[in-house]
């Protein structure tokens, strides 16, 4: 966002006019800040063979996931519900990758018949695709490397109490049921975690996958998923995507020297893609000052935004409306009949009752992970791209919250 003549633009569109068009509260994505970073990543590795795969949990709007795959991105799928969208998005089977945690064997299967690329994260279900497909199918190795990695024990992924991976100290068991299904391994994954802000953890997790290649000589990728931080906050430090490309790349070069052919070296970036392409606009309901505290209660709630109260993540909050007011100490709560606090005592320009406030950061993991607690209806999404807004996910009405349920006589 900018401000022009004490107004909020994105990148061209006023934001008082989306929300007076739109209403509140409102989601809002920069297209063209998505492709942004799409492109960053890809030339920071422009020396190396590198694939994108876009991580679809962070925001699986299908205007996005259309326009990622029409650039080139891969897609990186957790659940079949995921892929489905993919492919009904514009990606080619090919070019998906699906690697869900405690699925059963027959979600897996399901991913198979749909042609995309398997990934397998534990013991069990290894011997049991192997024993039913052999070598007929190729698959992926997820491995949990035991490295303690992230901004939030939530997600920090690939440490040794996690749930996700094969322990690499599981690897002559992970060999056994390979030979005796006679698999075909075609790549090895790792994911350790989000917010990474030391390039070196990659390079050591990279090690660690490297090191494990050798034991699997038909591997045709390594995947070292994600987890880039991204700025929260002016000023904020963030992982260099530049100083990445540059260390990492020239290392996985030498290694498929040492490995004896080209692989194609993976990501998964979400957050990094999507995050600050992404703003979430509320109405203000309320100024309510207590003995204690100054509060300023929206037109939405964790039901909308629940990262502040589940990782206790960070979001930049402005006065959209009052840009050049003097800042004042507030808490901003939303209207749950919980304890749903955006953020404790921020300076934020003066707010009055009716101004719309503006939160950074929010095109990964909001909309994605919002829910109808409370009975609330979920906020409508728009896209700018190239100085123009379209709706890309309506708002709710009551028909949609009621569609599902069946009504009995009792």
């Keep these: 966002m900018e401000i022009i003549n004490n107004q909020y633009y994105i990148n061209g569109v006023s934001i008082t006019d989306l929300c007076n068009k739109y209403n509140t509260p409102l989601y809002v994505y920069d297209l063209d800040k998505i492709i942004m970073q799409y492109q960053r990543l890809e030339k920071a590795f422009n020396h190396t063979r590198m694939k994108i795969n876009y991580a679809c949990k962070a925001n699986s709007n299908l205007n996005i996931l259309r326009k990622l795959a029409e650039i080139g991105s891969g897609l990186d799928t957790v659940s079949i519900q995921e892929v489905q969208l993919g492919l009904k998005a ?29 990934n397998i994260d534990n013991i069990s279900i290894l011997e049991q695709f192997g024993h039913q497909h052999e070598n007929r199918v190729p698959v992926g190795l997820r491995i949990n490397p035991h490295i303690l990695a992230g901004g939030n024990t939530k997600i920090s992924t690939g440490h040794i109490d996690s749930k996700f991976g094969i322990s690499i100290h599981q690897l002559r068991h992970t060999e056994r049921v390979v030979k005796a299904n006679n698999m075909h391994i075609e790549g090895l994954h790792m994911h350790t975690g989000s917010d990474i802000l030391d ?11 490297f090191d494990l290649a050798y034991n699997f000589p038909e591997l045709k990728y390594i995947d070292l998923g994600s987890g880039f ?8 430090i963030a992982t260099d995507i530049e100083m990445l490309g540059e260390k990492l790349g020239n290392r996985f070069n030498e290694f498929c020297k040492e490995y004896g052919k080209e692989l194609t ?22 100024i309510k000052q207590t003995t204690a505290t100054v509060f300023a209660g929206l037109d939405t709630g964790f039901n909308h935004l629940i990262r502040p109260m589940f990782y206790d993540a960070y979001h930049q909050i402005v006065n959209v409306s009052q840009p050049a007011n003097n ?28 101004d ?5 950061n929010a095109g990964a993991y909001c909309y994605s992970m919002a829910s109808n607690y409370n009975s609330r209806l979920k906020p409508a999404e728009v896209i700018i791209y190239h100085g123009k807004d379209y709706l890309a996910t309506k708002r709710e009405e009551l028909d949609d919250l009621l569609k599902n349920y069946v009504e009995i006589e009792l």
């Design 90 to 118: 514009g990606f080619k089977p090919e070019d998906i990758i699906f690697t869900p945690n405690s699925v059963s064997l027959n979600e897996i299967n399901e991913a198979v018949a749909l042609g995309v690329k398997i």
């Design 199 to 209: 390039v070196d953890v990659f390079i050591r997790a990279a090690e660690i996958l």
């Design 229 to 236: 931080k991204v700025a929260y906050k002016p000023n904020d």
């Design 265 to 286: 070296l993976m990501f998964e970036p979400g957050k990094f893609l999507v995050s600050e392409a992404g703003y979430f606009f509320a109405r203000v309901n309320v």
């Design 327 to 354: 800042p004042r100490i507030y808490t901003v709560v939303g209207y749950i009949c919980e304890t749903d606090t955006f953020g404790w005592d921020r300076k934020i320009q003066e707010i009055s009752e009716g």
């Design 356 to 360: 719309i406030l503006g939160f950074y």
